[in-house]
């Protein structure tokens, strides 16, 4: 089976830092993506990790683990506009829909705070 | 660059009707790909395809019809609509199956089943 799991929600102050982290149990492994959601949006790339390490694009990183199947979303000075949904996908050979099907976790909502 | 659009945004419609949800990408992208997101659940795979006239199914495609006879178009049919078919769906496309390439998603049809 796969499971994907994210915290539900996190609060941050503008400014700060704040790391989200996607927990993995999949049969197999062919990279994880990470998305970005605004509320009634379409989500949008932000980053692609498959081999372990961390991948850095600006104000945001992304760090991967395959042994532990563990990954996080580094988002660095926060402003208001990061307020969204992030989300977690795997991308599994073994599911259902082969390496085509990305399984997504049920994504965290981020609200940034003055 | 319109990229990928989708229509209608917002539908209502009554159980057992037929809806036909519009999806169009200007990229030539090979691979597209419908899902639906409900609460509590992830984005999740309905049907996909690589290719003009080749689709298969993923995760949840019971209730739902693809076609893909051009490149460009893959609508999802909704042959007769229950309530629990009530969701936001997306569709999306990505330039070929390689591993790394991202999904891009449309802005997503919001569709309610009374």
């Known amino acids: 089976g796969q499971n994907i799991d994210q915290p539900t929600e996190m609060t941050a102050t503008e400014g700060a830092i704040v790391q989200i982290n996607c927990t993995y149990q999949?049969?197999?492994?062919?990279?994880l993506f990470w998305y970005q959601q605004h509320a009634g949006e379409a989500p949008t790339f932000l980053s692609y990790?498959?081999?372990?390490g961390l991948e850095e694009k600006g104000r945001f990183s992304s760090f991967l683990s395959r042994s532990k199947g563990y990954s996080y979303l580094l988002l660095k000075e926060l402003q208001m506009k990061d307020s969204a949904s992030y989300l977690c996908?795997?991308?599994?050979?073994?599911?259902?829909?082969?390496?085509?099907?990305?399984?997504f976790g049920k994504g965290t909502k981020l609200s940034v705070i003055p | 660059d319109a990229g990928i659009t989708q229509s209608p945004r917002y539908k209502i419609t009554e159980t057992g009707r037929q809806v036909t949800l519009m999806c169009h990408q200007t990229?030539?992208?090979?691979?597209m790909f419908w899902y639906r997101q409900d609460l509590g659940h992830g984005l999740r795979l309905i049907y996909y395809?690589?290719?003009?006239?080749?689709?298969d199914k993923g995760e949840v495609p019971d209730g739902y019809v693809v076609s893909r006879s051009k490149t460009e178009n893959f609508p999802l049919t909704l042959e007769s609509a229950t309530r629990s078919q009530t969701s936001v769906y997306f569709c999306?496309?990505?330039?070929?199956?390689?591993?790394?390439?991202?999904?891009?998603f449309g802005d997503g049809t919001r569709l309610s089943i009374l």
């Open positions: 999949t049969s197999g492994f062919n990279g």
């Open positions: 996908a795997v991308r599994d050979p073994y599911s259902g829909a082969g390496s085509y099907q990305l399984t």
């Open positions: 990790n498959v081999l372990d």
């Open positions: 395809s690589a290719a003009a006239d080749i689709t």
């Open positions: 990229w030539s992208h090979s691979y």
């Open positions: 999306a496309s990505s330039v070929s199956g390689e591993q790394n390439q991202p999904q891009h």
